[in-house]
């Protein structure tokens, strides 16, 4: 257990609106990431961080921003929801040693109406 | 860029079948694999990974992959099916050089029938 918490595990949200997710990690580790899954595309890396205030953009970063202003907490943020933002979101941390295994959060189930 | 890809978005086995799912990467450097499992609504667990050294690395619950250089694939089998594997199979590939971070392929449901 790598200590990674996400909250809230479940949103709905009208179109238009920002949402913002949290993840919360308890053992200092550098980086961190955001993924969504949907189904028959798995996961996609949305946005990463390798530092405090350190991020950039995975593969499908438009429409989300990201923070991290404290080593323990990444934010996800959806600027103005759409539906096609309806996914689950998963945050992740890989830990400096170890081979580079993920630990993933229990995830967040948003949905856009 | 690197890329996986996982042939076959379901798999069907009996119980106590074989059970194999396939898995080919693309990488410009020496890659890290990983195979991951998810149960419905829950995260991913990690199952097994190759990093360096013996091709045929062994995971949990009776899970194997062999790292094939030549044919750029990382298949997981394990000799028996049970009921209690029936999930979602995922493969990943880290990225060693650059972006530190894990690409994974469309992953593939396994079903197990009794």
């Known amino acids: 257990d790598a200590g990674i918490t996400q909250s809230p595990r479940h949103k709905v949200t009208e179109t238009g609106t920002p949402v913002t997710l949290r993840c919360h990690q308890t053992?200092?580790?550098?980086?961190m990431y955001w993924y969504r899954q949907d189904p028959g595309h798995g996961l996609r890396l949305i946005h990463y961080?390798?530092?405090?205030?350190?991020?950039d953009k995975g593969e499908v970063s438009d429409g989300y921003s990201v923070s991290r202003s404290k080593t323990e907490d990444f934010l996800l943020t959806l600027e103005s929801a759409t539906s096609s933002q309806t996914s689950v979101y998963f945050c992740?941390?890989?830990?400096?040693?170890?081979?580079?295994?993920?630990?993933f959060g229990q995830g967040t189930r948003l949905t856009v109406v | 860029a690197q890329s996986v890809t996982q042939l076959g978005s379901h798999v069907s086995v009996s119980e106590g079948a074989l059970v194999l799912l396939r898995c080919n990467y693309s990488?410009?450097?020496?890659?890290?694999l990983f195979w991951y499992v998810q149960y419905p609504n829950q995260g991913l667990q990690l199952l097994l990974k190759?990093?360096?050294?013996?091709?045929l690395v062994k995971g949990i619950n009776g899970f194997e992959a062999e790292f094939k250089k030549s044919e750029t694939s990382f298949h997981l089998t394990k000799p028996s099916a049970h009921m209690s594997d029936a999930a979602e199979y995922f493969c990943?590939?880290?990225?060693?050089?650059?972006?530190?971070?894990?690409?994974f392929g469309s992953g593939t449901r396994l079903q197990v029938q009794p």
């Open positions: 990943a590939v880290l990225h060693a050089t650059g972006r530190r971070a894990l690409t």
């Open positions: 961080s390798y530092g405090v205030k350190d991020t």
């Open positions: 992740a941390i890989i830990p400096g040693t170890g081979g580079g295994e993920a630990f």
């Open positions: 990488s410009s450097v020496p890659p890290y």
């Open positions: 190759y990093t360096t050294g013996a091709t």
């Open positions: 053992e200092n580790h550098r980086y």
